[in-house]
């Protein structure tokens, strides 16, 4: 008898201790993915930002941007901190009741960060220098992701809708190309 309670506090011992040591693990692996996700979101929202104020549409009616994204990774080198993702945004505004397409581009980026600011924003050069710069500006392990991205679409055409579902017709009128 004494040695079945003796079996069983070791074994209740046992997985109080297993518990505690997984503890730990589990929650700052939470933390880490909150931190990626909040680090994604900063680096959409100064791209957002940005080209807000690059528009010369801002000022229209009802000006909205769309985005969309896909996470390459976050690499960490002391004091910094690059993040890596594919961003496809896309800006309407209204006139005369028509949902008019400001702007629209889907493109990697790699956003340097230091002490939670962003420091740096890049995006591959186009033409003869496109593959060139993507192996400048990303890891291996992220090039071929972004050299293969064709067959990643993106489709924010129902948030598009929703968001000006008040217009006669939320359909494109026409872009407007610069």
């Known amino acids: 008898m004494k040695k079945v309670i003796g079996l069983s506090l070791l074994v209740i011992i046992m997985i109080i201790i297993c518990l505690f040591c997984l503890s730990p693990i589990t929650k700052d692996s939470m933390t880490h993915v909150a931190k990626e996700d909040t680090l994604y979101s900063k680096a959409l929202d100064y791209v957002i930002s940005k ?6 549409n801002k000022d229209k009616e009802d000006y909205h941007i769309f985005t969309d994204y896909i996470p390459y990774g976050i690499e960490e080198t002391g004091h910094y901190q690059h993040i890596f993702m ?5 800006s309407f505004y209204v006139l005369n009741d028509e949902l008019i397409q400001d702007e629209s581009f889907s493109i ?8 939670n600011q962003v420091i740096q924003c890049e995006t591959p050069e186009s033409g003869n220098l496109y593959i060139d710069s993507i192996q400048r500006l990303f890891p291996p392990q992220i090039q071929n992701h972004i050299l293969n991205h064709s067959s990643h679409s993106f489709d924010l055409s129902q948030q598009i809708q929703e968001y000006y579902a008040y217009l006669p017709s939320p359909d494109i009128a026409h872009t407007v190309c610069y």
């Not at 080209?51 to 010369?56: E, G, I, P, T």
């Not at 594919?86 to 896309?90: G, R």
């Open 108 to 115: 990697p980026y790699k956003i340097t960060y230091k002490d």
């Open 86 to 90: 594919w961003i496809h945004l896309e």
């Open 51 to 56: 080209q807000k104020n690059a528009s010369y």
